[in-house]
């Protein structure tokens, strides 16, 4: 068969998954393409979509808005193709097919239930294969409910990623110093706000393991493949917790740099940043880490984000990574239930104590699934309206606030949050430019400073860069001097 997956337009090749399914797909002797666009006329008018069996699309919560309405479309135009729907959304929300005439959504991983839903297909979709939500009479009739599926067990089984449907079809990805790459899956944490806590949940009584590794071995052949066809010179692991298996990250280190030996970037934890981690990956070649702060509260660490850490492991951790000469991209979230004026600033001051080259901040957004979701709808701050959640993390929050003025104040440190980390004079003065309704230069501001990081401190890092003291008391209590903070 000839599976079309269809999406919109985006500006970096991230969409692992798409290309692992396709890669699975193709190894089960189907055809497969990748067509992006901005709408359903543009995309029904490539010749790959049109002579396509199946239309496949992939969605996160809130850019459902665009897909379902998208299938709607697809339909009605392909009325003969089959349309199907996977992703964290379909995964979280498999209620999703009453929404739109899907002919299945797939809960979870799909290269091993994706073929089989095509072999059902091509006898009549007559069941549900494990893994899978059907509708019958081409997405008009019954439901039917596969049973749920395990994890892949032994990733080294899969298919490699068919990276071709990125760097062949697009010019612009092609042309990109860094690419992404996927060695490890899973996270063994529980943070409330995260899909991995409720996926650890399932897969423990559906008897799979919480954190599967690649061969390091495999994961350097993907790498030296995809540099010998088109180039890479950072590679970017997308791996939710890179370093959650300490001997596997050894393993990998020594593999990586005799085998590799190019620059790259990964995600961990800051208080996993202890002095043997941060040393394997110096030396295997890590130039830059993302990590997640998230709040300047511990309070809010705890009680509402699963992340029971304490400042000084953040600081200790950060602080090693920078002494080393280690780029730090954080992640933090504001708009938390709860959330005071001044725990959110203090978020601010806890991301300049910690030296972060880049602090790249977020509104929370309560996804389906996740245990911050189900209490902050307990608790009357969500009213649970899931079609309400904005296309992207950096949109609106959908939280119930004490009053608009406490919302603009969200709104508006986000969108300033990066500036407030690195200028001194913008901390100063705070307070302040947070108070007015949200202006549309505050989000130009944010959009600029974030498309400028990732290209260029980031994405164009290929060495380490001078190492730095930071991750001290003494700047977080100056920090939060700057900031009128206790």
């Known amino acids: 068969m000839h599976v079309t997956f269809v999406s919109l337009a985006a500006s970096e090749a991230l969409a692992h998954g798409v290309i692992s399914l396709a890669g699975s797909l193709r190894h089960h002797g189907h055809q497969v393409s990748l067509v992006q666009g901005a ?26 808005r665009v897909y379902v309405p998208w299938a709607r479309e697809l339909k009605r135009c392909f009325p003969g193709k089959a ?6 959304h379909a995964t979280f929300f498999p209620e999703v097919i009453e929404q739109a005439p899907f002919d299945g959504v797939c809960l979870g991983e799909g290269e091993e239930s994706f073929p089989e839903l095509l072999g059902a297909l091509e006898g009549g979709l007559r069941r549900a294969p494990d893994g899978w939500w059907i509708r019958t009479d081409g997405g008009r009739g019954e439901v039917l409910r596969g049973r749920p599926r395990p994890p892949i067990e032994d990733l080294d089984r899969l298919p490699p990623p068919a990276h071709d449907l990125f760097y062949e079809a697009r010019p612009d990805y ?18 409330t706000y995260c899909f991995n806590r409720t996926l650890n949940e399932r897969h423990r009584a559906l008897g799979g393991r919480l954190l599967r590794t690649t061969d390091p071995e495999r994961v350097c052949d993907e790498v030296l493949e995809v540099r010998r066809r088109w180039g890479v010179r950072l590679v970017w692991f997308l791996d939710a917790n890179f370093v959650a298996d300490r ?11 005799r085998r590799v030996g190019l620059p790259f970037m990964c995600k961990l934890r800051p208080e996993r940043a202890t002095p043997r981690i941060v040393k394997t990956l110096v030396g295997a070649g890590c130039v830059a880490v993302g990590v997640g702060i998230e709040s300047g509260s511990e309070r809010l660490r705890r009680e509402w984000l699963g992340r029971p850490i304490s400042d000084a492991a953040i600081l200790d951790g950060c602080g090693r990574l920078k002494r080393a000469g280690v780029r730090v991209l954080s992640f933090s979230m504001l708009g938390i239930p709860t959330e005071t004026l001044d725990e959110a600033l203090r978020t601010v001051a806890l991301n300049v104590a910690c030296g972060v080259d880049f602090a790249a901040a977020t ?22 309206d899931v079609d309400g959640l904005d296309t992207s993390y950096f949109g609106d929050s959908p939280l119930a606030f004490p009053s608009e003025r406490a919302r603009h104040r969200v709104t508006n440190l986000q969108r300033l949050f990066s500036y407030a980390v690195e200028f001194p004079i913008v901390r100063r003065h705070l307070r302040w430019l947070v108070e007015r309704p949200p202006p549309q230069l505050y989000r130009h501001l944010f959009e600029v400073r974030h498309a400028f990081a990732m290209r260029h401190t980031f994405y164009g890092a290929e060495a ?23």
């Open 83 to 88: 349309v199907v729907l996977g992703g964290p």
């Open 247 to 257: 001997p596997w990250l050894e393993a990998f280190a020594a593999v990586y740099r």
């Open 464 to 486: 380490l860069v001078r190492p730095r003291e930071s991750g001290t008391r003494e700047q977080l209590a100056a920090a939060c001097a700057e900031l009128r903070l206790p």
């Open 363 to 384: 509104i929370l957004q309560p996804y389906p699934g996740t245990e911050l979701a189900r209490r902050a709808r307990a608790e009357g701050y969500w009213s649970g």
């Open 174 to 191: 092609r042309r990109t110093p860094n690419k992404a790459f996927l060695a490890t899956r899973g996270c063994p944490f529980r943070c």
């Open 39 to 64: 709408d359903v006329p543009a995309l029904a008018r490539d010749p790959r979509v049109r002579a396509a069996d199946v239309l496949a699309l992939s969605s996160t919560t809130g850019l459902h």
